[in-house]
């Protein structure tokens, strides 16, 4: 149980276009996701907390209107990088944390966003 | 906000020997605390969590110690194995983990044959 995919787990765009990536929790419901990104070799920094059928909650220094987030089910989020600069590209991964789990957060495997 | 700092940023050990991994938080409210181990372009996996309420928590060779006076919590690896090599987050937070997670800097642990 506590399984989390994300999609793509790659991706490669061109500066100035938007590039989506969608976070599931397969086995249970999420009452509340979470986007962190990770630099190359660096800890992993929260970047926002999405919870369904509400607006986003954005860390200090995170753009929320460049990093949108839609929480629209209890199984589904999803984050879009606007206008992409080559200073986005990094590993974002997503967390799913039910509660009836105990709180625990479980990671999806993350994205690769490289822009060129 | 939350600040959570790791000792050390490399830890090399023997196989068979204990390692030892030790984070400080600087928020009282926090009151949950998990460990993640995570390997080279891979997710993080936990490992370990405690909660403010308890003072040690072991898992087989796993174990963690938490003082919430002193504001610190450690990672204990016993006899430690090949496998054991990655790197290793502790994290921290308040709400029992309903809010977000503050990660220290990882410690990356090398398991010397």
């Known amino acids: 149980g506590a399984v989390v995919s994300q999609h793509p787990s790659r991706v490669i765009c061109k500066s100035g276009t938007s590039v989506k990536i969608e976070c599931r929790s397969l086995?249970?419901?999420?009452?509340?996701m979470f986007w962190y990104r990770q630099f190359p070799k660096k800890s992993l920094m929260l970047m926002a907390t999405s919870n369904e059928g509400s607006k986003a909650t954005y860390e200090q220094g995170v753009e929320k209107d460049k990093f949108l987030i839609n929480h629209a089910s209890l199984t589904l989020s999803t984050l879009t990088v606007t206008s992409a600069h080559p200073e986005d590209s990094s590993f974002y991964i997503c967390?799913?944390?039910?509660?009836?789990?105990?709180?625990?957060?479980?990671f999806g495997p993350g994205t690769r966003l490289t822009v060129t | 906000g939350e600040n959570v700092e790791q000792h050390p940023s490399t830890l090399s050990v023997q196989e068979g020997d204990s390692a030892v991994i030790k984070c400080t938080y600087s928020d009282s409210a926090s009151n949950y605390f998990p460990w993640y181990k995570q390997e080279l372009g891979k997710r993080p996996q936990l490992i370990i969590d405690i909660r403010s309420n308890v003072g040690e928590k072991k898992d087989q060779r796993i174990a963690v110690t938490l003082n919430k006076t002193a504001k610190h919590f450690s990672l204990h690896i016993t006899e430690t194995q090949p496998e054991d090599s990655a790197v290793y987050f502790c994290?921290?937070?308040w709400g029992g983990g309903a809010d977000g997670l503050t990660f220290g800097k990882g410690t990356h642990l090398i398991i010397q044959p």
């Open positions: 967390s799913a944390r039910a509660q009836r789990m105990g709180g625990e957060q479980y």
């Open positions: 086995d249970f419901q999420a009452t509340t």
């Open positions: 994290a921290a937070t």
